[in-house]
């Protein structure tokens, strides 16, 4: 039935969709998993590394993780040579912005110029969608640290924390119960608080975990990346060595270890 | 011809601007308003062909209302401000240059203190605690220089003002009877007088 409609993107099917995009969101759901959470003093942004084969050459800085400006940057999940193109139009947009005001672009102005670019490729021209999905993490002084996720028909929105790509369900139900109620950050009332960023980092490895499901957590098969602000207030983007991936992975282990203890 | 000039002051900013409008041998009018408001918390005292400035400050202060209404009401900051007319001239330059020169005042609630920005026809931008554009500069400028001290008070700067317009009357050949002086603090933008009113027709 929905064969008629779906091979152009610039065409509604009669129950009012756009196959195409639909389509698109699914290659997500085949990618690699990346985890976003928004901590009180930073974020936090994990993903499954996925090592096709032994005999590859190791990405010099991260095949996940990518810089968009000195106060941005973002994870992806999908075809990465699509994404190399929106992460071109990311950087040139955030840069433009500085060269015209001296500023740097608020974090939401950045994601809603790649996500525009994104919705022309759904509307005009007969060109297949996008098949990326991003989680961009940026701080601006307007808005503090700031976590949105985009997917392939343009549409974008904020979050304390979600996951993209494979078993992204799961790792989200992980986070609806977790995030914001660990022992340690608990408010008295019993209200909502965000993690720290090793709060954060911790169960970013643990959704990992569960989205990775079979395989064991292993520091070569994830990257973790942490974005925060140092002394003189610049912002600091960091991939974790994988010695500071294995301690934090380790935490983990310790923790849910002992959790049927009490 | 036209006399602009400006002072940093403790929270904020005084811009006063001649009022004559005139070529030649010719006065048009004697109550034009030359200093702009941009937004709430900004203004620009222009200096150059009427149609330049007219067109130049109502290109800028539309676009800086756009993008406070395209971004959920964020405000761009002065310094902001400044560098996107310096970009627009800058881009012009080699086109279709706007043959103005102006002084950019604004007010920043982040760090409670006003800025001033010299930008000039050629695109030039360099902030500056005091400063002004056109003959003036030969009679101000030296005022200013002694007497501008960080930390004046609104009154302290007015007074500089004053000394600047007595000069001027005095030793500049051209007649400028009228003065608007606009004050841009955490109030935002706010006439402080005129000698002709830009409402009179």
């Known amino acids: ?262 | 011809m036209d006399t602009v000039f400006g002072i940093q002051f403790k929270g904020g900013v005084v811009l006063a601007a001649d009022q004559s409008n005139a070529r030649s041998i010719l006065v048009y009018q004697n109550n034009l308003d030359k200093v702009t408001k941009l937004s709430s918390h900004s203004a620009m005292g222009v200096s150059g062909p009427n149609a330049d400035m007219v067109n130049f400050t109502e290109y800028i202060a539309k676009n800086l209302a756009l993008y406070e209404l395209a971004n959920d009401g964020t405000k761009l900051s002065t310094k902001a401000q400044a560098n996107f007319c310096r970009n627009e001239l800058a881009v012009a330059l080699r086109k279709g240059p706007y043959q103005v020169n102006l002084l950019l005042g604004g007010y920043d609630e982040k760090d409670d203190a006003g800025s001033l920005y010299f930008l000039d026809y050629l695109a030039a931008l360099q902030k500056v605690p005091y400063g002004s554009q056109g003959y003036a500069s030969n009679f101000c400028l030296s005022i200013m220089d002694k007497e501008y001290r960080e930390g004046l008070t609104e009154a302290d700067a007015l007074l500089i003002i004053e000394h600047c317009i007595k000069e001027i009357a005095t030793r500049f050949l051209i007649n400028q009877p009228n003065f608007m002086i606009k004050i841009i603090d955490k109030d935002g933008v706010r006439v402080h007088s005129f000698g002709g009113d830009p409402a009179d027709t």
């Not at chain 1, 008629?4 to 009669?14: E, H, I």
């Not at chain 1, 968009?68 to 912005?97: M, S």
């Not at chain 1, 602000?229 to 301690?247: C, F, G, M, N, R």
Request: aromatic share 8%; hydrophobic share 35%; proline share 3%.
């Open chain 1, 1 to 262: 039935m929905a064969r008629r409609y779906d091979s152009s993107t610039t065409t509604f099917s009669p129950e009012g969709r756009l196959h195409q995009v639909e389509y698109a969101i699914e290659a997500i759901n085949n990618a690699g998993t990346c985890v976003g959470i928004l901590a009180r003093d930073g974020i936090v942004m994990a993903s499954e590394r996925r090592i096709t084969s032994g005999l590859l050459a190791p990405a010099k800085t991260s095949e996940k993780t990518y810089k968009l400006c000195p106060h941005a940057a973002c994870n992806v999940a999908g075809l990465t040579a699509d994404a190399n193109i929106l992460i071109d139009q990311a950087r040139l947009r955030a840069g433009r912005y500085h060269y015209q005001y001296q500023e740097p672009i608020p974090v939401e102005q950045l994601v809603e110029h790649v996500c525009n670019y994104k919705q022309s490729y759904t509307q005009y021209g007969g060109l297949r969608p996008f098949g990326v999905a991003f989680l961009f993490a940026g701080y601006d002084e307007k808005h503090g640290f700031q976590l949105y996720q985009s997917d392939p028909s343009g549409n974008y929105s904020g979050w304390k924390a979600t996951v993209i790509g494979a078993n992204n369900q799961a790792g989200k139900s992980l986070l609806k119960s977790e995030y914001g109620s660990s022992s340690a950050e608990m408010a008295d009332e019993g209200e909502e608080t965000s993690p720290d960023v090793a709060g954060a980092l911790r169960l970013a490895v643990k959704v990992l975990n569960k989205t990775m499901d079979g395989t064991a957590a292993a520091a070569e098969k994830m990257e973790l990346f942490t974005m925060t602000l140092d002394e003189s207030s610049e912002v600091v983007h960091h991939i974790l060595t994988q010695k500071e991936a294995q301690e934090v992975i380790d935490q983990v282990e310790a923790e849910t270890a002992s959790a049927g203890d009490s």
